[in-house]
């Protein structure tokens, strides 16, 4: 008799325990996924409308400084004092979104990314490209060469 021949007929509860907790792993798994997406979608819908406000008030803030100047100024002088504050305003704020976007990535672009490349590739079979020589190789030419 063998030893195996007690358990064979477990064979098929395994097969199907394994298939059960892969489908409940799977589904909770699904459901978790959906509530983080959820909750997700809100904060991105929340920070547009925030955005969308902030134009909206933007533009109304330009229009008062344009307003307050018209009172002294010919309306097309007011609108181009106002245009060119508001041009002065965003080339500011572009800079500042440049100087700050370059202190956190301090990698300049030609580096490989997350550090510096493999010495060997991942299956151990050594080099991923043959060692460069110090020396240029010899030809026979080099040998019958009198400066050498």
Do not use: C
């Given at each position: 008799m063998n030893r195996s021949e007690p358990l064979d007929h477990l064979e098929h509860l395994d097969k199907e325990l394994v298939e059960e907790l892969a489908q409940v792993a799977r589904v909770t798994i699904r459901e978790e996924l959906r509530e983080q997406t959820r909750k997700q979608r809100r904060t991105a819908v929340l920070?547009?409308?925030?955005g969308a406000a902030a134009l909206y008030a933007g533009?109304?803030?330009?229009?008062?400084?344009?307003?307050?100047?018209?009172?002294?100024?010919?309306?097309?002088?007011a609108a181009?004092?106002?245009g060119a504050l508001m041009a002065a305003v965003a080339f500011a704020l572009r800079a500042s979104a440049h100087s700050s976007s370059?202190?956190?990535?301090?990698h300049p672009p030609h580096r490989v990314v997350g550090g510096t490349p493999p010495v060997a590739p991942p299956g151990g079979l050594g080099m991923p490209y043959p060692p460069i020589p110090k020396n240029p190789p010899e030809?026979?030419?080099d040998l019958d060469d009198p400066r050498r």
């Amino acid at each position: 008799m063998n030893r195996s021949e007690p358990l064979d007929h477990l064979e098929h509860l395994d097969k199907e325990l394994v298939e059960e907790l892969a489908q409940v792993a799977r589904v909770t798994i699904r459901e978790e996924l959906r509530e983080q997406t959820r909750k997700q979608r809100r904060t991105a819908v929340l920070y547009g409308a925030s955005g969308a406000a902030a134009l909206y008030a933007g533009g109304a803030v330009v229009v008062a400084v344009g307003l307050a100047l018209a009172i002294g100024l010919p309306g097309w002088a007011a609108a181009l004092i106002t245009g060119a504050l508001m041009a002065a305003v965003a080339f500011a704020l572009r800079a500042s979104a440049h100087s700050s976007s370059s202190e956190h990535h301090p990698h300049p672009p030609h580096r490989v990314v997350g550090g510096t490349p493999p010495v060997a590739p991942p299956g151990g079979l050594g080099m991923p490209y043959p060692p460069i020589p110090k020396n240029p190789p010899e030809t026979p030419a080099d040998l019958d060469d009198p400066r050498r």
